[in-house]
């Protein structure tokens, strides 16, 4: 393993969601946070698989999604965070990658997991208790198909014929014990915007993980730690609060029907279990160099989720953490595509 500090990637992630029923404006939407993304200099744009809908939308179907925005930006690269892994056959899911990487030049990144709605393992004939099993035997598959090896019958290969993808494959564990399942198959590791199921804070809970992948990590290339947070910069604090306040609050409140969530929480609390960075960018820099998990990190990946911010509002938002957060982070806006690696 290699020592030398890797370069520090920054990323966006959109769950595809709007204002309102006009799901064509929705995506339209998305679209544009790609282009715009692309032009502030990050380096990844990702997407949230979801196959039961969310409140003002939801991407169910993320390859064809980001071939459309392969075509429309020419450097900024393209990923899932995640794919639901045992919901897909994994050698028609790595026909799909290899395309869309085959048209973008080279620029996908594919992030997978096991999801956990029951209702989404029974709509494509599957069992949620499964999960894990079917997980690790889709990924044991999709490796195999993306490195061009026969599949299932002698003489199949998937065609176009994959790049090489050693080191674009990540995974979203929610254990140690996961993150070092992860290491040793050597699949880089996404870490979730917030520990749900803790009360502890979420950095509190996630840098144990994230050592115990770096120390299992064996293989000769870079390790490379996917950190996803809930990042909403704007004037102020109250500005800040009236774009994402009422979301956080109904979603805390969703989670805690489920148990997820301690019931009766206030707007703080919620705002503290999702693991929220938000108000004027200084404010929000402040929070990052207290993050314990960022030191160790190599893309950090801002999302609004649960937030569904107005379009405009969002782009705004994008604007300060690429101009103001994250240089003051020590990120340097990218100028060219960059190989997966750098």
Same mark, same amino acid.
């Given at each position: 393993?290699?020592?030398?500090?890797?370069?520090?990637?920054?990323?966006?992630?959109?769950?595809?969601?709007?204002?309102?029923?006009?799901?064509? @404006?929705?995506?339209?939407?998305? @679209?544009?946070?790609?282009?715009?993304?692309?032009?502030?200099? %990050?380096?990844? +744009?990702?997407?949230?698989?979801?196959?039961?809908?969310?409140?003002?939308? +939801?991407?169910?179907?993320?390859?064809?999604?980001?071939?459309?925005?392969?075509?429309?930006? $020419?450097?900024?690269?393209? +990923?899932?965070?995640?794919?639901?892994?045992p919901l897909e056959d994994p050698v028609r899911l790595?026909?799909?990658?290899?395309?869309?990487?085959?048209?973008?030049?080279?620029?996908?990144?594919?992030?997978?997991?096991?999801?956990?709605?029951?209702?989404?393992?029974?709509? %494509?004939?599957?069992?949620?208790?499964?999960?894990?099993?079917?997980?690790?035997?889709?990924?044991?598959?999709?490796? @195999?198909?993306?490195?061009?090896?026969?599949?299932?019958?002698?003489?199949?290969?998937?065609?176009?014929?994959?790049?090489?993808?050693?080191?674009?494959?990540? @995974?979203?564990?929610?254990?140690?014990?996961?993150?070092?399942?992860?290491?040793?198959?050597?699949?880089?590791?996404?870490?979730?915007?917030?520990?749900?199921? !803790?009360?502890?804070?979420?950095?509190?809970?996630?840098?144990?993980?994230?050592?115990?992948?770096?120390?299992?990590?064996?293989?000769?290339?870079?390790?490379?730690?996917?950190?996803?947070?809930?990042?909403?910069?704007?004037?102020?604090?109250?500005?800040?609060?009236?774009?994402?306040?009422?979301?956080?609050?109904?979603?805390a409140h969703r989670l805690a029907e489920s148990g997820? !969530?301690?019931?009766?929480?206030?707007?703080?609390?919620?705002?503290?279990?999702?693991? $929220? !960075?938000?108000?004027?960018?200084?404010?929000?820099?402040?929070?990052?160099?207290q993050e314990k998990v960022l030191p160790v990190v190599?893309?950090?990946?801002?999302?609004?989720?649960?937030?569904?911010?107005?379009?405009?509002?969002?782009?705004?938002?994008?604007?300060?953490?690429?101009?103001?957060?994250?240089?003051?982070?020590?990120?340097?806006?990218?100028?060219?595509?960059?190989?997966?690696?750098?």
């Amino acid at each position: 393993m290699t020592t030398q500090a890797p370069r520090f990637r920054l990323g966006f992630l959109t769950h595809v969601q709007g204002r309102g029923d006009d799901l064509r @404006q929705t995506y339209r939407n998305a @679209q544009e946070l790609f282009v715009v993304a692309d032009r502030l200099g %990050f380096d990844v +744009g990702w997407v949230a698989q979801h196959h039961v809908p969310l409140g003002g939308g +939801g991407l169910s179907s993320p390859w064809p999604f980001l071939a459309h925005a392969a075509a429309r930006r $020419t450097r900024i690269r393209l +990923g899932t965070a995640i794919t639901i892994l045992p919901l897909e056959d994994p050698v028609r899911l790595a026909e799909d990658i290899a395309v869309v990487d085959t048209l973008s030049g080279g620029r996908v990144e594919v992030g997978v997991g096991s999801g956990s709605s029951d209702v989404e393992y029974a709509a %494509f004939g599957k069992d949620v208790a499964d999960k894990r099993r079917l997980t690790s035997e889709h990924l044991v598959l999709l490796r @195999q198909a993306l490195v061009n090896e026969e599949v299932r019958t002698p003489g199949f290969r998937i065609q176009p014929e994959a790049a090489d993808y050693r080191d674009r494959i990540w @995974q979203g564990v929610f254990s140690g014990t996961g993150a070092q399942h992860a290491a040793a198959v050597g699949s880089n590791l996404l870490l979730n915007r917030a520990a749900y199921g !803790f009360d502890d804070p979420t950095d509190d809970v996630q840098r144990p993980w994230a050592e115990a992948f770096l120390a299992a990590w064996q293989h000769p290339r870079r390790p490379r730690i996917g950190l996803s947070r809930f990042v909403f910069p704007a004037k102020d604090k109250r500005t800040a609060l009236l774009q994402i306040g009422d979301d956080v609050l109904r979603a805390a409140h969703r989670l805690a029907e489920s148990g997820t !969530f301690p019931k009766g929480l206030d707007l703080e609390e919620a705002l503290r279990r999702f693991h $929220t !960075f938000y108000g004027h960018p200084d404010d929000v820099v402040a929070a990052f160099r207290q993050e314990k998990v960022l030191p160790v990190v190599t893309d950090l990946i801002t999302q609004f989720n649960p937030a569904v911010p107005d379009h405009d509002a969002a782009i705004r938002a994008l604007e300060l953490i690429a101009t103001e957060v994250a240089p003051a982070l020590g990120w340097k806006p990218a100028t060219e595509s960059r190989p997966a690696g750098e």
